[in-house]
């Protein structure tokens, strides 16, 4: 794999900001391997395997990975394994990092949603060798960065194909009471600000940009090209009976969910790793092969 970390200035965000990228590099070559060369160095494991030229104009499909809360974009590969996968899967990932955000607008100032759904993609489109056609782009994300998948691919159903939930159960909800609930009780209150500094006060939910619920309901009831959703959780995690609820409120609102209770599993890297596996090995829709230009 080749794995880039990218920093620049975000305007939406007011500050520089680290992006990883990762490319499926080590699938590809740059001359063809059907005429031998002296002296150059394939991985034996690859040998004979490679299944393209380097062409120019060719790119990738891409699967946005969002890390979870307190993580950075380095850990989720440090910790898991997702170079592998994508690479035996030939897409591109990229993970920003968003800090303790929940992937929202923020009531304190800073647009982590404009970035993630406007600016980011432009960007990588722009400067990367990603596909931008809809039906090339994913959004996967882990415990916070589950919710920031979810509520992203709700709010912008133009720009994914797939959404990947595994583990959200803080953040963003398409139980717009919960959400209240949670806003005013103790909890985060007294050990999380940034939650209730993020969101701002519950009376000021509903009908705002933090009401998943009114914002999924609109894209339905006006026809739109919803995505498709996987949502996963494990059978011992904390925050499961929330997941289940946006779960069963998607269902009801009419949306295309799968719903993976993954047995045995709890809230970590363990459940974490494999099912960034899952999502790129089987959930995904994904060509396991580059985009040329006459595609």
Request: aromatic share 12%; hydrophobic share 35%; charged share 25%.
């Amino acid at each position: 794999m080749s794995l880039m970390r990218f920093n620049y200035r975000s305007q939406a965000l007011g500050h520089y900001v680290d992006i990883s990228v990762v490319f499926p590099t080590d699938e590809y070559s740059y001359y063809d391997i059907s005429v031998p060369r002296k002296h150059h160095h394939d991985m034996p494991s690859l040998r004979g395997k490679i299944k393209a030229v380097y062409e120019p104009g060719m790119k990738f499909q891409t699967v946005y990975l969002i890390h979870g809360g307190g993580d950075d974009d380095t850990l989720t590969y440090r910790y898991t394994n997702a170079e592998l996968y994508a690479q035996r899967n030939h897409v591109m990932l990229v993970t920003p990092d968003i800090a303790n955000s929940f992937g929202v607008d923020t009531e304190y100032g800073v647009l982590y949603q404009t970035f993630l759904t406007e600016e980011l993609p432009l960007l990588i489109q722009t400067l990367f060798a990603s596909s931008p056609k809809r039906e090339d782009n994913f959004i996967v994300g882990y415990a916070m960065g589950g919710n920031v998948a979810l509520g992203t691919a709700l709010a912008r159903p133009d720009l994914y194909h797939t959404c990947v939930d595994i583990s959200g159960g803080i953040g963003m909800t398409l139980d717009t009471a919960l959400l209240k609930e949670e806003l005013d009780g103790e909890h985060f209150r007294n050990f999380f600000y940034l939650f209730n500094a993020a969101f701002g006060e519950s009376s000021d939910i509903e009908n705002s940009r933090f009401d998943t619920y009114s914002i999924a309901r609109a894209h339905k009831e006006k026809g739109d090209e919803l995505c498709k959703f996987h949502i996963a959780c494990g059978s011992k995690e904390f925050i499961r009976k929330r997941v289940e609820g946006d779960v069963r409120i998607l269902k009801e609102l009419g949306y295309d969910v799968n719903y993976i209770c993954a047995e045995g599993y709890d809230h970590d890297f363990a459940m974490w790793d494999e099912y960034i596996r899952v999502a790129l090995d089987e959930l995904l829709p994904l060509k396991r092969a580059a985009v040329l230009p006459e595609d």
